[in-house]
């Protein structure tokens, strides 16, 4: 099929896509990459009467470092946080999770911020943004806002977005060299949407202590979510086989698994079990190797 | 209907001034508009990679982008890999490692290809195998196309 006739409109900076949504609201959608909108406008499944083109807001799109934080615009596209020798260095998770993205031509358009609005909960960047901590900067008539993951996300493809809103950055703190990190999931093919998804970051001490641990799942509940049992029970602790099985299964009682045509819920919730200690696993195995 | 609007595009080479409909799809632009049907349709929702083609030197989609967004772009679609009615060396090992059958996603392996080869000259058959992974292919069951690609990079290197 094709998409419906639409109004178009390519605002060349913030204030005039701000301004545009607040003559259409709810009538208008913000066309970034367009790898969710536009097969969701092919299907007709959404029909949106004003499209406002952001590609042309160049100043979206970067990724700088300033103190102990990277800023990465909203327009800044998937295959460039990949590639990103800074995101590499500082947030070398963050570029782990991109890759997971479907495929490179998706990746080469997709941007952070149309993930992160688009809010599925079972896509790689809400679930690694999550596990981050990450902070959503959001411009609208009245100003702007800054939103944590969970302010932000509210259910299945629903942001706290008001519909004259339009988010501008996306700030998260640099990791430190003592981070054991990994990024896992399970789909049947490479670049599918995840079954489960699971981002890790574990904050080593020198005597091998976990100072802090943090687990997100995706794939498993209407909005990414924090493992916060498990991630309570490994926090202060050597982290041992035993502890590993236990968060895994703490993990899964987390979840709010629901069936759909790649899984059941049971399998679903078996499969954060799974992943959470294969996750934990793999943090651990990268951060002894490195060292 | 929302109102036409007038883009210049450069496609292959060539520069292009037409109205469009904010609605036409790329890929419709090019087949359509502009005649150049190498590349094809085939799911409409990015799944299939059939439609690839490069915009500004980046593989894209071309199903899951409108036609105004070319504006001012440069797009290359299988059409621009032959040179002076000679074959691209990815096209010549495609032909001759057997890298198609029905060839309806061949433009989009070929361009997929094309841009890989570009950033990773030497690839190892793992990563060949990952860089055609977004393009669907039903019936070679993809043996003859990582045969092909890696017979590609081997001969653009050799040159």
């Given at each position: 099929m094709k998409p419906n006739a639409f109004e178009y409109f390519a605002?060349?900076?913030?204030?005039?896509?701000?301004?545009?949504?607040?003559?259409?609201?709810?009538?208008?959608k913000i066309l970034a990459g367009g790898q969710s909108l536009v097969p969701i406008m092919n299907?007709?499944?959404g029909r949106p009467?004003v499209l406002l083109d952001i590609n042309g807001?160049?100043?979206?799109?970067?990724?700088?470092?300033?103190?102990?934080?990277?800023?990465?615009?909203?327009?800044?596209?998937?295959?460039?946080?990949?590639?990103?020798?800074?995101?590499?260095?500082?947030?070398?998770?963050?570029?782990?999770?991109?890759?997971?993205?479907?495929?490179?031509?998706?990746?080469?358009r997709?941007?952070?911020?149309g993930?992160?609005?688009?809010?599925?909960?079972?896509?790689?960047?809400?679930?690694?943004?999550?596990?981050?901590?990450?902070?959503?900067?959001?411009?609208?008539?009245?100003?702007?806002?800054?939103?944590?993951?969970?302010?932000?996300?509210?259910?299945?493809?629903?942001?706290?977005?008001?519909?004259?809103?339009?988010?501008?950055?996306?700030?998260?703190?640099?990791?430190?060299?003592?981070?054991?990190?990994?990024?896992?999931?399970?789909?049947?093919?490479?670049?599918?949407?995840?079954?489960?998804?699971?981002?890790?970051?574990?904050?080593?001490?020198?005597?091998?202590?976990?100072?802090?641990?943090?687990?997100?799942?995706?794939?498993?509940?209407?909005?990414?979510?924090?493992?916060?049992?498990?991630?309570?029970?490994?926090?202060?602790?050597?982290?041992?086989?035993?502890?590993?099985?236990?968060?895994?299964?703490?993990?899964?009682?987390?979840?709010?698994?629901?069936?759909?045509?790649?899984?059941?819920?049971?399998?679903?919730?078996?499969?954060?079990?799974?992943?959470?200690?294969?996750?934990?696993?793999?943090?651990?195995?990268?951060?002894?190797?490195?060292? | 209907m929302a109102e036409r609007r007038r883009i210049m595009v450069?496609?292959?080479?060539?520069?292009?001034?037409r109205e469009v409909e904010p609605r036409r799809l790329l890929v419709d632009f090019l087949r359509d508009d502009l005649?150049?049907?190498?590349?094809?349709v085939?799911?409409e929702h990015g799944?299939?990679?059939?439609c690839?083609v490069?915009f500004n030197?980046?593989?894209a989609r071309s199903c899951l982008m409108f036609a105004v967004q070319a504006n001012g772009a440069?797009v290359?679609?299988?059409?621009?890999?032959?040179?002076?009615?000679?074959?691209?060396?990815?096209?010549?090992?495609?032909?001759?490692?057997?890298?198609?059958?029905?060839?309806?996603?061949?433009?989009?392996?070929?361009?997929?290809?094309?841009?890989?080869?570009?950033?990773?000259?030497?690839?190892?058959?793992?990563?060949?195998?990952?860089?055609?992974?977004?393009?669907?292919?039903?019936?070679?069951?993809?043996?003859?196309?990582?045969?092909?690609?890696?017979?590609?990079?081997?001969?653009?290197?050799?040159?």
């Amino acid at each position: 099929m094709k998409p419906n006739a639409f109004e178009y409109f390519a605002p060349s900076t913030v204030k005039e896509a701000v301004g545009l949504l607040e003559k259409y609201e709810d009538e208008a959608k913000i066309l970034a990459g367009g790898q969710s909108l536009v097969p969701i406008m092919n299907f007709r499944l959404g029909r949106p009467e004003v499209l406002l083109d952001i590609n042309g807001i160049k100043d979206l799109d970067y990724i700088k470092e300033e103190g102990e934080a990277l800023f990465i615009g909203a327009l800044t596209r998937e295959r460039d946080l990949e590639l990103s020798p800074l995101v590499k260095e500082k947030c070398p998770i963050l570029a782990e999770a991109v890759s997971f993205i479907g495929h490179v031509p998706i990746r080469n358009r997709g941007t952070i911020g149309g993930s992160l609005v688009h809010a599925d909960p079972s896509s790689e960047l809400p679930t690694v943004i999550c596990c981050l901590n990450g902070e959503m900067k959001v411009v609208g008539p009245s100003g702007e806002r800054a939103l944590a993951p969970e302010e932000f996300f509210l259910t299945y493809l629903t942001t706290s977005l008001e519909p004259s809103e339009i988010l501008v950055e996306v700030r998260i703190l640099t990791l430190p060299k003592n981070t054991a990190w990994s990024f896992v999931e399970l789909t049947r093919r490479s670049g599918d949407f995840a079954i489960v998804g699971v981002a890790t970051l574990l904050f080593m001490e020198d005597d091998g202590v976990c100072r802090e641990a943090r687990i997100a799942l995706g794939g498993v509940a209407p909005t990414p979510i924090r493992a916060e049992e498990a991630e309570e029970l490994l926090s202060g602790q050597v982290i041992t086989e035993e502890l590993i099985k236990k968060a895994g299964a703490e993990a899964a009682e987390a979840t709010e698994t629901e069936p759909d045509y790649h899984a059941s819920a049971e399998y679903r919730k078996d499969m954060a079990r799974v992943f959470v200690q294969r996750g934990l696993h793999e943090a651990l195995s990268r951060f002894k190797g490195g060292k | 209907m929302a109102e036409r609007r007038r883009i210049m595009v450069k496609v292959n080479g060539v520069q292009y001034e037409r109205e469009v409909e904010p609605r036409r799809l790329l890929v419709d632009f090019l087949r359509d508009d502009l005649e150049l049907i190498g590349t094809h349709v085939g799911c409409e929702h990015g799944i299939c990679g059939s439609c690839t083609v490069l915009f500004n030197g980046r593989a894209a989609r071309s199903c899951l982008m409108f036609a105004v967004q070319a504006n001012g772009a440069e797009v290359m679609t299988v059409e621009g890999l032959a040179e002076d009615g000679k074959l691209h060396p990815i096209q010549e090992a495609f032909r001759e490692h057997h890298g198609l059958q029905c060839g309806f996603c061949t433009s989009g392996m070929l361009m997929a290809s094309y841009e890989f080869l570009q950033d990773n000259p030497d690839p190892t058959e793992e990563e060949v195998r990952r860089s055609i992974s977004g393009v669907l292919c039903r019936c070679t069951g993809y043996k003859q196309v990582i045969d092909s690609v890696m017979a590609a990079a081997a001969e653009m290197k050799g040159r």
